[in-house]
Nanobody, 120 residues
Framework: QVQLVESGGGLVQPGGSLRLSCAAS????????MGWYRQAPGKQREFVAS???????KYSDSVKGRFTISRDNAEDTVYLQMSALKPEDTAVYYC??????????????WGQGTQVTVSS
């Protein structure tokens, strides 16, 4: 199986920065796409950013220019550098990965989520 473990959430003041990390491990042949979603209280989970093994990153309009996604392909790890944070960025952030396993099965896997709170 595949496991995703996130870290780096916390409390930050408006305008501040945080860096989230997510490491994938297990039966991974290829982590084709890795990325982040978030879910604020009372709202649906929404896309934040994603990055393929090779190619350009994608961002939601709400975070473009403030968040940067990056990957360490050798370690199957994805990062989300968040800057100029706003109270509306407060949410549980979930890492996901589109993975092909060594058995050539392909599926989506999710982390447990990490809380990000932006408040003064």
């Amino acid at each position: 199986q595949v496991q995703l473990v996130e870290s780096g959430g916390g409390l930050v003041q408006p305008g501040g920065s945080l860096r989230l990390s997510c490491a994938a491990s297990g039966n991974i042949l290829s982590a084709n796409v890795m990325g982040w979603y978030r879910q604020a209280p009372g709202k649906q989970r929404e896309f934040v950013a994603s990055m393929p093994t090779e190619g350009r990153a994608k961002y939601s309009d709400s975070v473009k220019g403030r968040f940067t996604i990056s990957r360490d392909n050798a370690e199957d790890t994805v990062y989300l550098q968040m800057s100029a944070l706003k109270p509306e960025d407060t949410a549980v952030y979930y890492c996901y990965a589109d993975v092909t396993t060594w058995a050539y099965n392909r599926g989506d896997y999710w982390g447990q989520g990490t809380q990000v709170t932006v408040s003064s």
